[in-house]
């Protein structure tokens, strides 16, 4: 059973890169180019490809682990950790840069009469650079404690395949405590940054009753694409939090952890879409290249 498992979930993850590939490299080479030509990028492009690196690295790393599973291939408790401690920022970093690409779409979108609000929305754009390169380092030492913790408990008998432990739940959410916080954190500016967009879209939608303007029409259009963004992007993530979550309350045995893999490949087949629907840049691109090559 647990050799079909294995088999499996490998074959799952040649097929999910074999169709992810194609589109995260186009959003990945587009942005490049376009920062090549004009020596600038918008913050939601930087946000954009983060996102398609971090998701393009994690499918990688699935093969890579794949690999060294299937083939046996003997690991220590450092090397273990090294693993988890790779799987665990990787997706942590895909969550940072979707919670940024939500925020930045609150400050550039919604006008909230607020000093501070207002101050932060003139100053983001100066200060994201310095906001964005300490939370990725945050995401390894927040991950670090968690990896270490896995690595001790998921390494028997000096083979890398899991092979769980009794633990209690306690004790497993003691480790994941600052990770889970971070998270939490996350996805509380996530929804927050959403809850505004849609408000901010509700007020739009009631002046398009009194005017029928273009240019208020081309606003609510940019409110709906922000929001589909977000919010599937906030169910992407979601998604793995509650994954974590059964993880750490029920214990979960290996089969049945074998299963969460299969469904988070389909995620991010679903994310090379939600990506390039978010930007008209690369909705441009992709036209042109369809049509036009």
Sequence with gaps: MMA?????????????????????MFILAVNILDWMEKKRCEISDQLIFGIS?????HRVFEIGLDLVIVTKRPQTIQNQALLFLSYLSIVL??????????IHFCLKIVNIN??????????????????LLPSILASLLISAPPAHWLGQNHLINSTVTPQYREYSFLQCFFYFLPYNVFLILCFLLFFSSGLNIILSLQRH??????SSSEFTAQIVATHITAIITI??????????????????????????????????????VFGVAILIKSSRKLQKKLHFVLFYC
């Design 205 to 210: 939608i009631r002046r398009m009753h009194s």
């Design 231 to 268: 919010f599937s992007l906030l169910a992407f993530n979601l998604f793995y939090f509650v994954f974590l979550v059964m993880f750490m309350a029920f214990n979960l045995s290996q089969q049945a952890t074998e299963f969460f893999p299969f469904l988070y490949a389909l995620c991010h």
């Design 114 to 131: 607020c000093k501070p609000y207002i101050c932060i929305q003139r100053m983001f754009p100066k200060i994201f650079p310095w906001i």
């Design 93 to 102: 970093c895909t969550f940072i840069f979707s919670t940024w690409l939500a």
């Design 53 to 57: 690196l971090s998701i393009l690295t």
């Design 4 to 24: 079909f498992l294995e088999t499996s979930l490998m074959v799952t993850d040649v097929i999910s890169i074999l169709i992810t590939f194609p589109g995260y």
